[in-house]
C-alpha cells in the first residue's frame, strides 16, 4: 500500500524554465509534507516543508502547493538551472508517529541547458 | 555545523563478520534515526533515538542492533547479514522540540554484503 506517490518517475526542463513536481498521498491523516533532493551517493537534503494549515509556503526558488481536497502537493522550482538536476522526494508525515517519515518513489529531474 | 556524518562511507562484509556503522551530529538533535535505501527506492524507516531511547524500531530483523551512546551519536551493529542487506544505510537528526521537524541526513554508508 503505497501512502505518497509520485507517478512521475522523470522529468526534463529546460534551463530557466519552471519545474514542477507532484505528488499525491492517499492517507488523510498526512498533516506535514516535506520535499528532499537526493544527488547520486549522497544523503537526502531537505529543500521545503508545509504543514497541512497552510496551502502554499515558498523559499527562494522552492515553492510547495498543498491541495488538501486533491490529497496532492506540487514542488516549483523558477528558474531552473543545471545544479537542480536530482531525484527529488516527497515525504508526509501523521501527528501519530510525527516521526515516521512515508516517502514517495522520487521523481528524476534533468535540467537541460 | 549543520551536518550529519557518517562512517564508513562503503563497507564490504562477509555474512559471518560483526561490523558497527557510525553516525555523529553536533546540531543539538534530540531524534536521530536510521534508514535503509535499496537502488532506486525510496528511504525506508528502521530505528528511531528520542532523547537516546528506542521509540520506533520498524520491526528490523535482530541482525541490526541500533544503539544510542549519547545524544551526539548513533551507531549500527551488524551480525550475520544476507546479501539482501545490502544497501545505502543512511542517518538522520531532527530537533525534535515541535514534534514536527525535517529531518536531516547524512551521506550514508554503501554496504555490500558477501
Known amino acids: 500500500d503505497q501512502q505518497v506517490k509520485q507517478n512521475s518517475p522523470s522529468l526534463s526542463v529546460q534551463e530557466g524554465r519552471i519545474s514542477i513536481l507532484n505528488c499525491d498521498y492517499t492517507?488523510?491523516?498526512?498533516?506535514?509534507f516535506l520535499w528532499y533532493k537526493k544527488y547520486p551517493a549522497e544523503g537526502p537534503t531537505f529543500l521545503i516543508s508545509?504543514?497541512?494549515?497552510?496551502d502554499k509556503n515558498e523559499d527562494g526558488r522552492f515553492t510547495v502547493f498543498l491541495n488538501k481536497s486533491a490529497k496532492h502537493l506540487s514542488l516549483h522550482i523558477v528558474p531552473s538551472q543545471p545544479g537542480d538536476s536530482a531525484v527529488y522526494f516527497c515525504?508526509?508525515?501523521?501527528?501519530?508517529?510525527?516521526?515516521?517519515?512515508?516517502f514517495g518513489q522520487g521523481t528524476r529531474l534533468t535540467i537541460n541547458p | 555545523d549543520t551536518e550529519v556524518t557518517q562512517t564508513p562511507k562503503h563497507l564490504v562484509m562477509g555474512m559471518t563478520n560483526k561490523k558497527s556503522l557510525k553516525c555523529e551530529q553536533h546540531?543539538?538533535?534530540?531524534?536521530m534515526y536510521w534508514y535503509k535505501q535499496k537502488a532506486k527506492k525510496p528511504p525506508e524507516l528502521m530505528f528511531v533515538?528520542?532523547?537516546?531511547?528506542?521509540?520506533i524500531n520498524e520491526s528490523v530483523p535482530s541482525r541490526f542492533s541500533p544503539e544510542c551512546p549519547n545524544s551526539s551519536l548513533l551507531n549500527l551493529h551488524l551480525h550475520a547479514l544476507q546479501p539482501e542487506d545490502s544497501a545505502l544505510y543512511l542517518c538522520?537528526?531532527?530537533?525534535?522540540?515541535?514534534?514536527?521537524?525535517?529531518?536531516?541526513f547524512g551521506p550514508g554508508t554503501r554496504l555490500t554484503v558477501t
Open positions: 538522520a537528526s531532527s530537533l525534535w522540540d515541535r514534534g514536527r521537524d525535517e529531518q536531516y
Open positions: 492517507n488523510s491523516m498526512f498533516d506535514y
Open positions: 508545509i504543514s497541512s494549515i497552510k
Open positions: 515525504a508526509a508525515s501523521a501527528p501519530a508517529g510525527a516521526q515516521k517519515l512515508v
Open positions: 546540531m543539538g538533535h534530540r531524534a
Open positions: 533515538y528520542s532523547y537516546e531511547k528506542l521509540s
